[in-house]
């Protein structure tokens, strides 16, 4: 059974470049989650996404950054015109079960991210 | 807007020392759960604590759950170098969905 998995797992980009960052979930999971963990860091949860639905981005930048997870095929996090700030590593999570189901453990699987080097 | 603030940031310990990371959340919690980060890794799944007053253990780790569902910690007993890493705590806030509010994390140094 395989993990999350995220591609590539090493990405360098110019400034004003586009980065584009993809996640396969875990099989039957349909929850994604994005993180941004800047170095010496914790992990700042970006976006929360389900099938074809944005649920939750209140941490992600209003400018240049955008999520997807389509009906077919891996999430993505796109980020625009890249900025040197913009260096860090970028966990994608998945989870199977329903939102707000208390009691029940909605664990959150990680992949092995995406380190992103902005030159 | 809603925090988990969790301390220390560091710990330098030597083998067989006894470690603790602590976390408090602003807000009561409806559950807290625990990764843990190797270096150059990704956060993987240690626990889940759902009721006030939690306490749960796997081996050489204790995981507590405060009555109040505000706090949480995490203690290892005589630490090996294999627990070298970054703990962090994450919390749900009671009524969310599933977001998951991470602490900044502690980062555990053993020294042999």
């Known amino acids: 059974n395989a993990g999350v998995m995220q591609n590539p797992r090493h990405l360098v980009r110019r400034r004003g470049q586009e980065a584009r960052l993809r996640c396969s979930p875990m099989k039957g999971h349909s929850h994604v989650y994005w993180y941004r963990q800047l170095p010496e860091e914790g992990l700042k949860f970006m976006v929360y996404l389900q099938k074809e639905n944005i649920i939750d981005e209140s941490g992600m930048p209003k400018e240049r950054f955008s999520a997807e997870f389509p009906k077919e095929g891996p999430s993505i996090l796109r980020i625009q015109q890249v900025v040197r700030g913009d260096s860090a590593a970028y966990f994608c999570?998945?989870?199977?079960?329903?939102?707000?189901?208390?009691?029940?453990?909605?664990?959150?699987?990680f992949g092995p991210g995406t380190r992103l080097l902005v030159l | 807007g809603q925090q988990v603030m969790q301390i220390p940031q560091y710990q330098h310990v030597q083998e067989g020392e006894d470690f603790t990371t602590y976390c408090n959340s602003s807000?009561?919690?409806?559950?807290i759960q625990w990764y843990k980060q190797r270096p150059g890794g990704h956060p993987v799944f240690l626990i889940q604590?759902?009721?006030?007053?939690e306490v749960k253990k796997q081996k050489r780790l204790t995981f507590q759950f405060g009555e109040a569902k505000k706090n949480s910690s995490l203690h290892i007993t005589a630490t090996q170098t294999t627990d070298v890493g970054t703990y962090f705590c994450?919390?749900?806030?009671?009524?969310?969905?599933?977001?998951?509010?991470f602490g900044a994390g502690t980062r555990l140094a053993v020294h042999p």
């Open positions: 994450a919390g749900r806030v009671s009524g969310g969905y599933n977001k998951l509010i």
């Open positions: 999570a998945s989870s199977s079960s329903l939102p707000g189901r208390q009691g029940i453990i909605e664990t959150q699987y």
């Open positions: 807000t009561t919690l409806s559950n």
């Open positions: 604590l759902v009721k006030s007053g």
